[in-house]
Structure formats: C-alpha cells, structure tokens
C-alpha cells in the first residue's frame, strides 16, 4: 500500500507560481511512478504530468507544457509540481497519484490516488 498526502494548493493571481507536494508513504513508495491530475468543475479528471521512479521520464500534458515541472525526491519520498505562469484556467483540484509504469499514470490507470488540494488563479 501507497498513501499519498498532497499540499501546497492556495489562490493565486494568474501568472503566479505555487509548488505542490505528494508526500509517499509505504515500504516502496520509491519504486513507483508517480503523476498530477487535476479536476476543474464541471470536468472530467485530467492527466497533468508523469515521472517515472527514477526521475529520468518525465511527460507533460500539451497545456502545461513549458510551465509545469514535475520533480521527485526519493530520498524524502516526495513527488513536486512546481506551476509557473498560472492561468485562470489551471484552476481545479490537483490530485497525486502512483503507479507502477509511468505509462499507466498517463492513461489514469492508477493504484494509489491523494485526497487533492484545490489550486485556484484568479484574473
């Protein structure tokens, strides 16, 4: 088993920077792939951005592309989101989430999910 506790979520104005955290807890916590989703109102869950265990793969959606970094610290057990030039559509609820193949993050196939912290950009 895979807890994942997310934090750093928060109002900022649009083209701001905030950092969100996944911390990991559990015996192989830092074997799995890890990933960002986020859910708007009204709208589907979507794929953010994946990293594969050993921070070597990394995939991004189109529409993060060039702002969002994913990073992850094994030796902390931590996944990052670092979220620049935010727009007021970047607004949802950011969810971690861990699985075995970075592959599967990016299909949403995931084991383990947060609980999520809700970003919110405002114009």
């Known amino acids: 088993q895979v807890q994942l506790v997310e934090s750093g979520g928060g109002l900022v104005q649009a083209g701001g920077s905030l950092r969100l955290s996944c911390a990991a807890s559990?015996?192989?916590?830092?074997?799995?792939?890890m990933g960002w989703f986020r859910q708007a109102p009204g709208k589907e869950r979507e794929f953010v951005a994946g990293?594969?265990?050993?921070?070597?793969?990394?995939n991004y959606a189109d529409s993060v592309k060039g702002r969002f970094t994913i990073s992850r610290d094994n030796a902390k057990n931590t996944a990052y989101l670092q979220m620049n030039s935010l727009k007021p559509e970047d607004t949802a609820v950011y969810f971690c989430?861990?699985?075995?193949?970075?592959?599967?993050?990016?299909?949403?196939?995931?084991?383990?999910w947060g609980q999520g912290t809700q970003v919110t950009v405002s114009s």
């Open positions: 559990g015996r192989t916590s830092s074997t799995y792939a």
């Open positions: 990293i594969s265990w050993n921070g070597i793969a990394k």
């Open positions: 989430a861990a699985d075995g193949s970075i592959a599967t993050i990016q299909r949403g196939g995931c084991d383990y």
